[in-house]
């Protein structure tokens, strides 16, 4: 993690936790970052309306959510994506197919332009991902 991020890390203000296997927390400056493993597929909870790509067929998926005390601003979404993108960039495998991004309703399919795109530490939005190939 140390290695993604690319910076100095401050013990105070970033720490992550196991949750028994079934996911972890993890704390930056004052982001709570989630991660939570599921042994079933997306369903309607997750997806809505929206259809699966016939790309993403999958048997579990992993979710992973940002609480900001008060909501994230709009101003600060493309940093939180970007950091989002150092730390999923790390955990990438060929057993991953891609990334929903729950809020945005975006597919992003983990292809070879992915990994670099997520590496570059630039400031995106998931609509920027979608196009990625």
Not at 8 to 27: N, Q, R, S, Y
Not at 87 to 100: C, D
Request: charge should be negative; hydrophobic fraction near 40%.
């Amino acid at each position: 993690m140390r290695e993604g991020w690319r910076r100095p890390i401050a013990d105070g203000t970033f720490f992550a936790t196991d949750l028994g296997g079934e996911g972890a927390v993890l704390k930056v400056n004052g982001t709570f970052y989630t991660i939570n493993y599921y042994d079933r597929r997306l369903g309607a909870e997750e997806l809505g309306e929206r259809s699966i790509p016939d790309w993403a067929m999958h048997g579990g998926f992993s979710s992973f959510r940002a609480a900001f005390p008060g909501g994230i601003p709009d101003d600060m979404l493309p940093m939180m994506y970007g950091f989002c993108g150092l730390l999923v960039a790390q955990l990438l495998s060929s057993n991953l197919v891609g990334f929903y991004f729950l809020e945005a309703g975006i597919f992003a399919p983990n292809n070879g332009a992915l990994r670099p795109r997520l590496q570059s530490a630039e400031h995106f939005t998931p609509p920027m991902l979608q196009g990625a190939s």
